[in-house]
C-alpha cells in the first residue's frame, strides 16, 4: 500500500528574510552606538634651537601650617605666631621672589582655622593679593 504516490516530497526551503531584518537591526544598533572622531591636526616643525633654557625663578611663596599652629614661610619658622611678624616674613619672602607672587597656604589638617586666617590676614597686610591653599587628593 502506497499512500504518498502521487506526492512530489518538497524540498526545505530557509527563509532569508527574518536573518536579513535581524542584520539590519545589528547594523543599526552599531552605527548609532559607534563614534567616528576625526582627529584634524597640524603637522608642524618647530625650529630648534641651541641655546640653553633659561630657568625661570618661581613666583610663589609657599606658607606652611602646622598641627600646632607654626607658620613656616619658604621652609624657615617664623619665630612668632602674631600677624605682624608673618606679614613681615611674607614681605621679605616676596621681594626675593618678585613681582606679585602667589601665596601657596599648606594648612595641617589638624591646624586651627585662626591661625589660617592669621596667615591670610598676614598675606593681604604684606600687599600680596594672590593667595591659593594647596591640597592633596583622598586616598579611597
Known sequence: MRFQSNRRQEEPEINLIPLIDVLLVI??????????????????NLPSSTADATESEPNEVNVAVT???????DKRPVGARD???IAAALGRAAATTGKS??????????????????????AQQAGLEQ?????QTAKR
Open 27 to 44: 547594523i543599526i544598533f552599531l552605527m548609532l552606538t559607534t563614534t567616528y572622531s576625526r582627529f584634524a591636526g597640524l603637522e608642524i
Open 67 to 73: 598641627a600646632n599652629g607654626d607658620v613656616l614661610i
Open 83 to 85: 600677624i605682624a611678624s
Open 101 to 122: 607672587p602667589v601665596v601657596i597656604i599648606s594648612a595641617d589638617a589638624k591646624a586651627t582655622h585662626q591661625s589660617v586666617i592669621d596667615v591670610m590676614q598676614a
Open 131 to 135: 593667595i591659593s591653599f594647596a591640597t
